[in-house]
Each structure stands twice: as structure tokens, then as C-alpha cells.
């Protein structure tokens, strides 16, 4: 089998260098009862040409995104990656590679750890940040879990513009681990009155900017608020391109900022795996969760990186760590960072720039057709889409013609009254052909 | 008092001049960092300037420039490269971490990732344009019920860690939704269990109440009869178990468990060690997560990502959180909202680590029923030859018996040689390996525990245990000096862990002017 | 004369007057390695005897510190905040942690003097 070197010689040798004469004697602790007798119901070993065959079969089931005009975001955001950082990231150094807990020999990693973790601090406008967490939405629940730690409170209180599974997430835990939420009502137009939820027992206050409904929003009196009562504020963001357009965590007085950073780097991959960005204060460092990629020096007095401040984590700390997160998402924090480092700063403006620039044409073309209602006075690269039709039997209908329009609010947020919108989002990757497609085929359904 | 701590200063700090101008070695290279070498008004990448258009922002534009510099293409492969050089990886030489199971990460699985119809595809588009997607999950479900002999699957959690809150909060759901919710608060940990477990139980308010391992590195089940009580919720087992050993144990601690009304949690970290060899659901295991980038191949990527999906019983399968995959007449159909069913809740924004599922699924298909088979008896058949090649020169805490799919060693044979578990595992990096899970489990002195996987061949392992047999040896006769002075040929020597940690430095900033 | 006692868990205290300065001893020091970080607990806080009322941490381990002596925490070491290094250097002396007013002398009498603690280390070699 083309994985595994040993032949049948070689497993005798072995045999009887261990001293046992059969292999069944090394699996003697196994209760005679449980032993199973053969093979499992399964097929057998296939050929690399016929589990290729298999596979596409089953890939060509789905439709690819690249393939059809798109519009769809809502936390996961189709970007066009430059080629190199495919390439990059397959390196076998990169790739097979462990987590670097022997830094001699990981500095490679350790550095690209240090780098991305400044790259992160300097988007959300923080002063430092972590090695990465499984996703935007585990941030966001860790950020919840990590702001209780700090103010020694319980109680949150989760905008209506929260992305709906992140908000899910976050009531899981809280309801877990014993822990109060106040969820405010879905609020499309960013017009909700947080201030008024918090009071002296709030713990952190979680507002997403630009959030679901794709309204950039204004945290600073939020902040305010906020620290007025002893609270934090976590400022939540789902794609990272938006930070280089609106304004930045830090700019609003943050404590914690989370996010997730998929947009850079990384493909959609129907959701995972993702990459968590989380940054914070300085002086909150202790209580932040995940790796810490830190600066010192080795026996010769080179600069070196090491993962630092471990005795946050589990496995020194067990019990009383900040967290149970051992793996983190390495490999999309890297691919994260090379992306990052191709565009700098100015690309990364510049491309911000066009994804807004694409949602402003696209929302000029698709407003010009009868009844349809854009909601957004303002927006980065989404926006709320109104029509008479139900959102979720015009995606279909959209489908069929071949685009794939947009999120019908209706399916993360059933009941919530808002059946006849939809998020559409536009990024660098659509073009005029696409926007002149999707009016089309808007108007045909209309009418 | 916590006696794990150990030397984290190397003994001089001595700066020596490079030899070469340039601080090379010729291909060892040194890199300096992306903010040194870049220019922050530079960008690699072309990005046409918009037409005019009116911005929509409104007041909420950001302010403050985003300082990071750029790099071109030529620029960018040069330092990733240079830096990947300074990485040890599985495609260079053999690691043998214990628990950690790095074994080979087959090519196919990332040509099959990277598939339009797998890589393109968003998680929130019509379930009827996802229905590829939808099939590797059901397919790498039953997969994996077939080869666990359980009930039902919870796919989302994005790492073992992640799954084992996710089992846990199922058997918290469960104990709730029978109304003990308050009596029972208490998990059973044995005091050799992965730092995770009692950080999971602790997350979702649970104490801890550890179990001494046996002088057999094993779980009595008399020990966990006398530390049940009607306050516990469920054990925390590892199968087979840090020390490398199969829990032979099993039925009786679990009939124990379920005879108390507790459920029983299987940590599935090591289930290489027993894939078509015995099944979990047998042995009345409840719920138990599975780490794909473990047994099922999927690149470690230098710290991440994993995936950590949950076999459960049907004792636990009702409360499995959110989404998951239905099969309806001929359609798959992804049930996304908890209410109206007994679901915990959502573990994560969308379905799970899709990306590494298609990459798991590759390796089952490559493998077959025999495949697995086969790769679970040769991780066990060659941690057992490198334990019966090492064990006259170390000493194993539990006598000379059996392993299964990795060898643990401890520290009694370094005694009187001055020399530290830390010091042998440094000097393994000049012999051109990564060294072995070092200091684990805790309570193993000076623990050393070795994991080779299926991956390796006869050669790799006769070349691995001369290395290993002759440090010993020189170790032994006091050739101290060499060994605390390691390593010298790696990239860096060793580094001052306390400055690190005493003055964090945790990202770069722009100097002062001068 | 201050007299110095120890607790199984390798906490010190050196009572003089009606108060009791509490640290880390020697060997518990070198057992954690160089300690980068030490957390006392805050001024004014009522300790009971067992209680965790300190963390002290080195590169690969945490440990929190119980208090040895039931008592008000009067003062703390803020140098050991800023300098942990001195815990490793001077247990005994200037890594001292905090500073107890003793509520109960009597708990003294559970706690082994000097030759006593030599003698429990030597068990635990």
C-alpha cells in the first residue's frame, strides 16, 4: 500500500526482535470480546486513480463559486489570492511541519507567528494579538469568556447586528458554563439603543462593525458607555478588508477585538478551515487565550522567536487556563500573512477600495430597478437588498438563472420578520458582466 | 507545589561574530522580518484604481493609515522560503511525538482539497448547489460511525480540543435535560490526561476530581468506583492512554460509570493505535472526538487546523449541535437552527472544517478497511520494536510489557549523569530529529514518550533507534558537556525562554526616531 | 529574632510581632525554574490558612502559593511584581510575596521550623 513502507519480511523481523509471534499478542489488552474479527464493513484500499475519480465525482456535485457571477459574503468572502500564497503554503515546511513548541528548529514558523501577529495588531489598530483561533466566531466566544476573567462579571450584552451564529456560539457557552446574555433584537438599520442594555453587572458589551446587515457603525459612545460602567467592549469584525476602509477597533476604543480572517488568503472552503484574528490591550495580556509568538535571543545572542507566556495555556495550566485551545489554525494564519505581506498596507487600502467601489455600482444598478428597496444609508462591500418577494424563494429563482445573489436573511434569522431581505456583498472579484447579469436576472424575477 | 519547571536559559549567551559577512551559513540563511525589509509605501500585488464613484462610508471611514509594508513577488518567496528552510518537518525526517501521531500527509488529499467544487464553495449557498459538499460529510460521517461503532456524529468542531467541549457540553445537555443538572457537577480525570480535559471541564463549570493512575500506568476500575459519587457528571478517559497503554480496564469502568447515572467521555487523541482492531461504541464509550489531523492524516500546518469530530452513543445523540446532514429522498439537507430539537446549540459559525474533511476522507478511501487495518498494526508493531531496541539502555516506568502505539520512557536512567530529559532532547536535534513529547505525561518523571506511526519505514526506524541507542550510551558514560550544550547545528542554539517571558515582546514596533 | 516556618506545600513564613511575612522557599524556587511572573493577592484581603492567596509562575509551570497562616493581607512585595527574578534569587529575603497580620499564632505550631523542613526535603528527594 503506497502509504505504508513496512513489507511482510520486515514485520517478522520485527516481530521477533520484540519477542511476540504474532501481532495479535501486541493488541492482548484489547478485551477478547471486542476484538474485531476481520475487516470492517468498509471497501478496500482504491488506487490513487480511483479515489481521484471518486472524489471529483462527488466535487462536481457542487457549484463553484468562481464559476457563476456571485454576491454572496455574510462571513466568508470570496477573494481572488494571488498564486503565490497557494504555492507558499504546500511548502513542505510549512505544511508537515508541528506546532513549534522545539523553537531551534521552528523558527520559521515562530518568525511568521511574530510577523503575523503584528499585521493583526496593526489592522484592528490593537496592541497585540494572538497566534490565531479556530475562526471569527470561537474569537468572539473566547473574547466573551476572556472579558468575564477581566471584570470578574457574568453578564453580556450582544448587539442585534452580531452576526446571527456568532451570537449563537456565544449563547451556547454562556449557557454552558452558567454565564447571563442579553441578546438585543435583530437590528437591520444599525439603529439600536445598546447603551440603554448596560448596566453595573455587564461584563462586555459585543458589537460587530460593519455588521450583518452591512452597516459600518460608530463604537466610540459605545465604548463610552461601556467603560462608564465597567464593562469592556469587543468589537467584532467578519472580514478583514473592511478594517482598511472603516474605522478600526482601536480607533473606537476597543478592549478586545476579534474577527475572522479568511478574506485574506484563504478559500471559502464551504466554512472551513478558517483563521481567528483576536488583539487586545497590553495590560489584558495574561487573561488572552491562544499561542503567543514572543522576541528573545539564543545561546549566541541571535534574535530568535519563541512561544511565550504559556502558563495561560492548558497544558500547563489545565484546569485554571484561559482556555482549552491547544491547536489553533496555523497553516490560514500563514496564508493569512502572505497575503497581507504581498498587498501592504496600500494594497490592502487599494483593495478595500475597489470591494466598495464594486458594492456602490452594484447597489446603483440593482436600486434602479423597480421595487427593489436598498436599506443601507451607508455600507463597506454589503448591503441589505428589499423586494416584494420572499428573499429565500428569490435566491432560488436567482440560482436557477444561474447567480447566486446573495443571503436571504430569513435563513439565519428565521422569524425575525425580515423574510423579504437579503444580504448581498460584492468584493475586487466581480465585474461589470457579473452586475449586469444579476440585474438582469433581479428584474426577471420581479416581474 | 508544581515541579515542572526546568532550565529555560541557555548557560551562556555569548555573541559570536559571524563567520561570513552576510551572517549566512551558506544555505542556512538568516531572514530578517517583513517590516525591516519591506517598504511600507510598496505593495506586490497590481490592483487597478477604481473609476470615480461616491463613496457610501459616510462618516465611518477609517482615520489612521494601516502601516504595514509591502512585498513583491520575488521578495515574498524569497522570505517565506528562506524561513520555511529553518522549519524540521514530517517530509524531512521522522517526529516522534508521542500523542501528537505525525504521520505521512499524503499529497492526494491536497489536489482533492484544492477541487473547485470542494475549495470554491461558500458555506451559505443554496444547500441545492452544495450538494457535493454535503456529500463528504455524510460520506466521512459514516465513515467514521463505521470505524467507531457508534451512534451519531457531530461534525463542526474545529479541533480535538473544540470536540471535547463539544462532547462534554452533549453529556452536560443530557444530565440537564434529566434535571441532575445541579447535583452532578463533578468530572473524573486521572491525573495522566492531556492538559485539555480538565481545561474543558473547568470552561463549562465543572470541577475536577483526578484518578491516580494504578503501578501499572493503567485506570483501575476499583479506582473509579471509590471516586464515584452521585455528584459526578462523567469520566474523562484516554483510550489508549498517555502512557501508551491500551485501559484493559474499559467495560468494568464504564459499566461502573453508567451504573452511577455519569457518561463516559473518550479523549480519541491516540485512536491510531486501534483503528479495525476494536471499536469505541464496544466499549461503552458515550462520546468521543476524533482529531483528523491525528489519525486521519491532515497537515499539522505548523499549529493548526485540526478538526475534532464527536462520535456519540445514542445516549447523547439527540443533544449534537447544530448543523447537521440529513438525507431527505434523493437531497442532502443541512439543519442549521436547534430549536425544535434537543440540540446543545452551535459550536461554531457554519458546518465544520470542510477542508479538512475532504482531506480525511481521501486518506479512508486511499486506505480501505485493510488500509487502516494495516496502518494501526504497523504504528503498534514499530513503537513496540523501537521500545524492545531501547529498553536496555532506558528505563520504562512500567516495566518491561507491551505498548501500544507509543513508547514512554522516564528519567531514572539518566541518574547520576547530571543530565535532564530536556538535555537528551536537545541533543536528538544535532542527530537530525525532532525530539520526542518530552515532560508528558506529568506524571511520569522526566517523561519521554516516542511515537513513530505507520509512516516509517524499517530503515528509518533502525537508523532512528541507533541514534537514540547511542546517545544513550554516551549519556550514560558522562559525556555530559556535549549534551547541555545542544543543539549546534540547528538554526538557532537554545533560547532564553525567561527573557521571553519576562519582557514580552509580542510584536514588532517601529523605533523610535532617533 | 524572626522565626521562620515552613509548610508541607513549600510556603514560608517569618513571624515577627503579631505578623507573619509569607514567600516561596528555596527549593520550591528552584523546583518552578526562573520565575517570570508573581501575582499577590491584594492588600486588605482576609486569608484563611490553606487558602490560594498567591500565583507564582516560571517558564513551564504555575503554582499558586497558599497561605500558610490565617490573617489580613497587610502589605505586598511590589519589587517581586517588577523584578520576579528576585523570587529565584532571595526567597527568603527580598522575593519575600506578602505580609500577614497573624488572626490565629496557634496554626504556627503546624508548620515545621527550619530542621524539620531539611529533614521533609530530604523524603521528598
Known sequence: MRYLPLDASERGAMLSRIGVPNIEALFADIPADNRIQGLLDMPLAKSEMAVERAMTTIANRSLAAGSVPFFLGSGAYRRHIPATVDHLIQRSEFLTSYTPYQPEIAQGTLQVLFEFQ?????????????????????ACGEAMLMAHRLTRRNRSVISGGLHPQYVDVCATLAHMAGDKIVRLAPDLKANEDIAAAIDNETSCVIVQSPDFFGNPRDLTPIAAAAHAHGALLIAVFTDPVALAAVRSPGEMDADIAVGEG??????????????????????????????????????????????????????????????????????????????????????????????????????????????????????????????????????????????????PVSRLLPGAGLDDCIIVASTETNTEDDRAAYAQALGSCLQ | MNVQGRPTRPETVASSMGE???????????????????RFDATGVDIDEPPSFHSKLGPHGRHSAIELPGLTEPEAIRHYVRLSRNNYSIDAGLYPLGSCTMKHNPRLNEKMARLPGFADVHPLQPVSTAQGALEVIEALSNALLTLTGMDAIAMSPKAGAHGELCGMMAIKAAIEARGEGETRHMVLVPDSAHGTNPATAALIGYS??????????????????????????????????????????????????????AYFYCDGANFNAIVGKTRPGDLGVDAMHINLHKTFSTPHGGGGPGAGPVVLSSRLAAYAPVPFVVREGGALRLIEHADGCESFGRMCAFHGQM???????????????????????????????????LNDVMSAPFGDRPCMHEALFDDRWLKDTGLTTLDFAKAMIDEGYHPMTVYFPLIVHGAMLIEPTESESKASLDLFIMAIRNLAIAAKAGEGRGFQAAPVHAPRRRLDETRAARQPVLRWTKPAPV | MPEIRYSKDHEYIRVEGGEGLVGISNYAQQQLGDVVFAEPP??????????????????KAASDVFAPASGEVLAVNTEVESTPGLINEDALGRGWLFRIKLADASELSALMDEAAYADFLKTLA
Open chain 1, 118 to 138: 503584528t499585521q493583526v495588531a496593526a489592522l484592528t489598530a490593537m496592541e497585540v494579538a494572538n497566534a490565531s483561533m479556530y475562526d471569527g466566531s470561537t
Open chain 2, 208 to 261: 475536577v476530581r483526578s484518578i491516580p493512575a494504578g503501578e501499572d500506568g493503567i485506570v483501575g476500575a476499583e479506582a473509579v468506583r471509590s471516586a464515584l459519587a452521585p455528584d459526578v457528571a462523567a469520566i474523562m478517559l484516554t483510550n489508549p492512554n498517555t502512557c501508551g497503554l491500551f485501559e484493559r480496564e474499559i467495560i468494568g469502568i464504564a459499566d461502573a460509570i453508567h451504573e452511577a447515572g
Open chain 1, 262 to 407: 479568511q478574506g485574506l488568503g484563504n478559500a471559502l472552503n464551504f466554512g472551513g478551515p478558517y483563521v481567528g484574528l483576536f488583539a487586545t490591550r497590553a495590560k489584558n495580556v495574561r487573561q488572552m487565550p491562544g499561542r503567543l509568538a514572543g522576541e528573545t535571543v539564543d545561546a549566541e545572542g541571535r534574535r530568535s522567536f519563541v512561544l511565550t507566556l504559556s502558563t495561560r495555556e492548558q497544558h500547563i495550566r489545565r484546569e485554571k487556563a484561559t482556555s482549552n485551545i491547544c491547536t489553533n489554525s496555523g497553516l490560514c494564519a500563514l496564508a493569512f500573512s502572505i497575503h497581507l505581506t504581498l498587498l501592504g498596507g496600500v494594497g490592502l487600502e487599494r483593495l478595500a477600495k475597489v470591494n466598495h467601489a464594486n458594492a456602490v455600482q452594484l447597489a446603483e444598478r440593482l436600486s434602479a430597478i423597480p421595487s427593489v428597496e436598498i436599506v443601507n444609508p451607508h455600507f463597506f462591500n454589503e448591503f441589505v437588498v428589499r423586494t416584494p418577494r420572499p428573499a429565500a424563494e428569490l435566491i432560488e429563482a436567482l440560482a436557477k438563472r444561474g447567480v447566486i445573489g446573495g443571503l
Open chain 2, 20 to 38: 561570513t559577512f552576510t551572517g549566512n551559513r551558506g544555505l542556512d540563511m538568516e531572514e530578517a522580518l517583513i517590516f525591516e525589509t519591506g
Open chain 3, 42 to 59: 491584594p492588600v486588605g484581603k482576609a486569608l484563611k490558612k490553606g487558602d490560594p492567596a498567591a500565583v507564582v509562575e516560571s517558564v
Open chain 2, 355 to 389: 477542508g479538512m474533511f475532504v482531506r480525511a476522507l481521501t486518506f479512508i478511501l486511499s486506505h480501505g478497511a485493510d488500509g487502516l487495518r494495516q496502518a494501526s498494526e504497523d504504528a503498534v508493531l514499530s513503537a513496540n520494536y523501537i521500545r524492545a531496541s
